[in-house]
């Protein structure tokens, strides 16, 4: 049988100790550092899960998340005109159920016919209801109206720095849309005739057949009407300034003074 471990005594005699043999500590031993092992590593696993950053979900758009350009467009563009008269291309937007449409005078100052026609194609002779030379705003009846009417909606107010949007006919290319910011407010154009004030300033594209467009703010809300563009070099080509007439001063008519010819565009 073998012998239990021995033991010294403080006197110098031996003696053997009982208990379980000498080879079943040194298993239990390996036993108990084989289970620290393993402890260890779950510790470690659980301890490298807990740290692992869990993964967030992305932000839901809300309902008070602007339009972008092209919903803009596409939101706006049916109600705008191209509008023709005997010599000249401009541009109108429909402000009303009935068919009005909103337009620079100086579009159709003078023509003996005045075209309009609607984003799906509908062609109808308009006349003058009412014109502010002074502002250069006119308002045009249509003879007729396409199946489907959009007016678009208007108001709203102009802050420097607010994104914008322009649709228009500039060049005779239509419906085309622009997109930049306000740049200036209670601006004035000059013109041979007299001086357009309080116009709203941006630097979104347009040409001339630009005129009588509208002004867009970032919901797609109609806050000025084109007008004109700053002309440095006496040749209609764009410079980076425009103007608008805000649309609470086209509704609400001027005192007349002036021809608002402003730079034709």
Do not use: C
Request: aromatic share 2%.
């Amino acid at each position: 049988m073998e012998r239990g471990p021995e033991r010294v005594n403080a006197d110098g005699s031996r003696r053997v100790m009982a208990g379980v043999p000498g080879r079943l500590l040194i298993g239990g031993g390996v036993s108990a550092v084989a289970l620290m092992v393993v402890l260890a590593f779950l510790l470690g696993r659980t301890t490298s899960t807990q740290s692992a950053p869990s993964p967030s979900r992305s932000p839901t758009p809300t309902a008070t998340t602007s339009p972008t350009v092209p919903e803009i467009f596409q939101r706006v563009g049916p109600s705008v005109v191209v509008i023709r008269t005997d010599d000249a291309i401009g541009t109108g937007v429909i402000a009303a159920d009935n068919g009005t449409i909103v337009t620079a005078n100086h579009v159709i100052d003078g023509a003996e016919t005045i075209t309009v026609t609607f984003s799906d194609g509908t062609k109808a002779r308009a006349r003058v209801a009412s014109a502010d030379p002074g502002q250069d705003i006119a308002l045009l009846m249509p003879a007729s109206l396409p199946e489907i009417l959009v007016p678009a909606v208007l108001g709203g107010g102009a802050e420097v720095g607010a994104p914008v949007v322009a649709i228009g006919n500039p060049l005779g290319l239509t419906f085309s849309v622009s997109s930049g910011v306000v740049s200036g407010l209670n601006r004035a154009s000059k013109s041979d005739g007299g001086d357009l004030e309080g116009l709203i300033q941006f630097d979104a594209s347009v040409n001339p057949g630009s005129s009588g467009g509208p002004l867009l703010d970032a919901r797609g809300l109609v806050i000025g009407i084109v007008v004109s563009i700053a002309d440095p070099g006496k040749d209609e080509a764009f410079a980076g300034i425009a103007f608008a007439v805000p649309i609470g001063t086209a509704l609400s008519g001027g005192d007349g003074d002036g021809d608002g010819n402003g730079p034709q565009i």
